[in-house]
C-alpha cells in the first residue's frame, strides 16, 4: 500500500508539470496583455514586462517559474493586485477557505441526502415515493445552477425577505443557505440517481438471496448488503466532484456575491494575471489528484477484490 | 414409507410470477409451479429433476418462503407454516433456523464484501446462536472444517476461493444454524465436473452426521439418482411422477420420464445401441400460455384426445410410485 502511494505521488509531479506546461503555453497564446488598459503607452508597457520578466522568451519564463514553484514562490499578482504575493492572495486572504467552507459543506450536504434518496427510492422501487423522486432528480440535474441560484435569490431573499442576498464572507449561518443548496442541488440529485440504479442492481444478486434465507430483515439487507455492494459508482463521482466543488463555483459565488476563489479564478483569467492564473490551476490540479488517489484506496476499502496494482499482491 | 414421519407436507402449492407484457398487452402471469403437492419424510432425500424453466428452483425456494407463495398449503413438522385458504403466514425467522438453501451460482451467493467469517457468523447473529464472542469464532471453524475448509480461511474474501471451496463456504453457512432441512438447489451444476463428485459425497456424509433433510435439485438425472431415496420429475410447473429412486430409474410409467430416462448415457455400446430411445421434440411449452389439458400433450408420443381435454390426476399406481398421465388409468 505505501508503496503504492509513493508511486502515485511521483506520477502525479509529472502530471501537474505536464498541466503547468499546458496552462502556461495557453496562457500565453491569448492574445493580450496583464498591463493593457486604454491608457497604457508601449513604454509603460514595456517597463512593466521588464519588471515582472515578461519580455524573456517564453520557455525562459516557463523554467523560472518551475524553479520558483520548485522553491514554493508563487509568484506576486501582476494586475488585480499588483505586487501582493500570490500565496498571500490564495491562502492568506480568506478566499480559499470561503470556497471551502462552502464548497465541504455542499459535499455534506450531496453525500448525506443523496445517498439515502437513492436507497429510499430503490428500496420503494415502483412506488409513488420512486416516482416522485425519479421526476424531482430528473428535474433536478437538468436545471442550471445559474437558474436555481437566481430563483433562490429572488424567492428568499428579495420577496420573503428570510435570507440575506449578500452572503459575502459567511458571517452568519443564513449566508450558507443559499449558496450550499445551489452548489449541492445538482450533486445531491445525481447521486441520489447513481445510487438508485446501482443499489436495485446490487438487490438483485444472489447474494442478497442468501442474505434473505439466513433471516436478515429487509432493513438489514438493503443497508449492509445491498448499500456496500453499490457505493463504487457513487466513489467514482465523489473523488473529481469533491476536489472541484471545494475549489469554489464562479456563478454560486457571483450570484451571491462571496468572494471566493471559484470566482477570483475565472477574474484572474479575463485580467491575464498570468501568476494567479497559474497558481489555481495548479492548487486544483492537485486537489484533483490527491482525490482520484483518495477514491482508489476507497475503492479498496469497500471493495475487498479490487487490488490497487499489480505489485500489491 | 407410509411409517416414516413427515417433515413437509405441500399440498397445491402455487407460485405465480406477473411480469409487465410487452408493449401493449397486458400484464402476463407465469405459472412457474402450478398445484404441486408432496411429502418430505424426515432423513430422506427427495431428487427434483426436470428441465430447465419447469419450476424446479421456484419450487425450492417457494417451500421454504423464499418467495412468497401464491396460493397451497405448507405443512413443517405438522406445524402449517403457510396455508392460504385459512389465511395462516407464518413469521418464517423461526423457520430460517430449521430450513436452509444451498445455491446454485457459489461465487454470487456469496457477499463480496464479507470475509468468510462474516457470512458464516452473520447467521449465528441473527439467530443468536453464540453467546459469547470466542464461542463464534469457535463454531465459525467448526464449521469451516466440517466443509474441509481450515479455520484460517476465515479471514479471507470469497472472491480468494475456487468455485469447489465457495460452494463448500456456501454450505458451511447453512449448516450454521443447524438446520433440519436444506433445499440443494443444483448446488454442483457451477461445478467442474472433478469437484462434483467431492461436493455430493461431502452432502451425503454431512446428512449421515447431522440427520439432514434434503431436498436435491438437479438436471442431471444420475446425480439426482446416486444421491436421492425418492426422485420427483417435474414438467411446466408441475410435479408428473414420483417414486423411489430405484423404480423410478427401472420403471418410470409416465411418457416425460421415460424420455428423460432414455436420453440418460449408459456406459455399455451394447446396450446403448439395443434399447430404444425416445426422443422429445420440440421445446419446452412457455409457461405464460401453458398447453390445455395435461400440459405435456403436446411433446408427448403417445398424447390422445383426452389429454388435450383433461386435467390428469396424481394418483399412487401402487407402493407410493404416483404419477399424473391418463395413459395409465386404462
Redesign the interface.
Known amino acids: 500500500m505505501a508503496i503504492y502511494i509513493v508511486k502515485r505521488l511521483a506520477a502525479a509531479v509529472a502530471t501537474i508539470l505536464v498541466i503547468m506546461a499546458i496552462t502556461f503555453f495557453l496562457m500565453n497564446t491569448i492574445p493580450g496583455s496583464p498591463f493593457l488598459t486604454e491608457k497604457s503607452t508601449p513604454q509603460q508597457i514595456e517597463l512593466a514586462n521588464q519588471k515582472y520578466g515578461l519580455d524573456k522568451p517564453l520557455i525562459v519564463q516557463f523554467k523560472n517559474y518551475i524553479v520558483n514553484y520548485a522553491h514554493g514562490d508563487l509568484g506576486v499578482s501582476l494586475k488585480m493586485q499588483e505586487g501582493t504575493p500570490v500565496k498571500k492572495i490564495l491562502f492568506g486572504q480568506g478566499k480559499f477557505v470561503l470556497s471551502i467552507k462552502l464548497g465541504v459543506c455542499a459535499l455534506l450536504v450531496a453525500i448525506c441526502l443523496g445517498i439515502p434518496l437513492g436507497c429510499l427510492a430503490a428500496y420503494k422501487r415502483g412506488t409513488w415515493i420512486d416516482g416522485l423522486l425519479r421526476v424531482l432528480t430528473t428535474v433536478g440535474v437538468a436545471i442550471p445552477t445559474f437558474v436555481l441560484a437566481s430563483t433562490l435569490l429572488v424567492a428568499f431573499a428579495v420577496k420573503l425577505n428570510w435570507l440575506p442576498t449578500l452572503s459575502g464572507s459567511l458571517d452568519s449561518w443564513k449566508a450558507y443557505i443559499m449558496p450550499v443548496i445551489s452548489l449541492s442541488f445538482y450533486d445531491v440529485c445525481y447521486i441520489a440517481k447513481l445510487t438508485r440504479t446501482s443499489m436495485l442492481d446490487a438487490i438483485n444478486?444472489?447474494?442478497i438471496?442468501?442474505?434473505?434465507?439466513?433471516?436478515?430483515k429487509n432493513k438489514w439487507i438493503v443497508l449492509k448488503?445491498a448499500l456496500?455492494?453499490s457505493l463504487i459508482p457513487v466513489i467514482t463521482f465523489l473523488g473529481p466532484l469533491a476536489a472541484f466543488i471545494i475549489t469554489g463555483s464562479f456563478v454560486v459565488e457571483t450570484i451571491f456575491s462571496v468572494p471566493g476563489l471559484g470566482k477570483y479564478f475565472i477574474q484572474s483569467v479575463i485580467n491575464r494575471d498570468y501568476t494567479i492564473i497559474m497558481a489555481t490551476t495548479v492548487v486544483v490540479s492537485v486537489l484533483v489528484i490527491v482525490m482520484n488517489l483518495v477514491v482508489d484506496i476507497a475503492y479498496k476499502i469497500?471493495?475487498?477484490?479490487i487490488t490497487l496494482s499489480s505489485t500489491d499482491e | 414409507m407410509a411409517e416414516q414421519n413427515k417433515l413437509l407436507e405441500i399440498r397445491d402449492l402455487k407460485k405465480y410470477f406477473n411480469i409487465k407484457g410487452s408493449g401493449f398487452r397486458n400484464k402476463q402471469t407465469v405459472k412457474a409451479v402450478d398445484n404441486v403437492s408432496i411429502d418430505i419424510y424426515k432423513g430422506e432425500t427427495l431428487g427434483l429433476v426436470g428441465e430447465s424453466g419447469c419450476g424446479k428452483t421456484t419450487l425450492g425456494r417457494t417451500i421454504i418462503r423464499l418467495y412468497e407463495p401464491t396460493s397451497g398449503s405448507i405443512i413443517y413438522d405438522g406445524k402449517p407454516i403457510y396455508d392460504s385458504e385459512k389465511n395462516i403466514a407464518e413469521k418464517m425467522l423461526p423457520y430460517r433456523r430449521k430450513m436452509q438453501i444451498i445455491f446454485q451460482d457459489p461465487s454470487a451467493s456469496l457477499d463480496p464484501r464479507m470475509t468468510v467469517g462474516e457470512i458464516v457468523g452473520e447467521a449465528l447473529d441473527i439467530h443468536k446462536i453464540c453467546s459469547s464472542k470466542a464461542e463464534r469464532s469457535e463454531r465459525i471453524s467448526e464449521l469451516l472444517e466440517a466443509v474441509g475448509l481450515n479455520s484460517e480461511h476465515s479471514n479471507r474474501f470469497p472472491h480468494e476461493f475456487s468455485g469447489g471451496q465457495q460452494q463448500r463456504i456456501g454450505i458451511a453457512r447453512a449448516l450454521a444454524v443447524e438446520p433440519e432441512f436444506i433445499v440443494c438447489d443444483e448446488p454442483i451444476s457451477a461445478l467442474d465436473v472433478s469437484i462434483q463428485s467431492q461436493v455430493v459425497n461431502m452432502l451425503e456424509d454431512l446428512q449421515d452426521e447431522l440427520g439432514l433433510t434434503y431436498l436435491f435439485i438437479a438436471h442431471d438425472i444420475s446425480v439426482v439418482r446416486h444421491i436421492s431415496n425418492r426422485i420427483g420429475v417435474m414438467y411446466l410447473g408441475n410435479l408428473v411422477e414420483t417414486a423411489e429412486s430405484y423404480e423410478l430409474y427401472r420403471n418410470p410409467i409416465h411418457p416425460y420420464t421415460k424420455t428423460l430416462m432414455s436420453a440418460v448415457p449408459i456406459p455399455d455400446p451394447k446396450i446403448t445401441r439395443a434399447r430404444e430411445r425416445l426422443i422429445l421434440e420440440g421445446d419446452i411449452p412457455s409457461p405464460i400460455n401453458p398447453p390445455s389439458g395435461c400440459k405435456f400433450h403436446t411433446r408427448c408420443p403417445f398424447a390422445e384426445e383426452r389429454c388435450k381435454q383433461e386435467i390428469p390426476k396424481f394418483k399412487d399406481y401402487g407402493g407410493g410410485h404416483f404419477a399424473a398421465c391418463h395413459l395409465l388409468e386404462k
Open positions: 444478486q444472489d447474494y438471496r442468501t442474505a434473505k434465507a439466513k433471516g436478515v448488503h456496500r455492494n469497500v471493495d475487498p477484490r
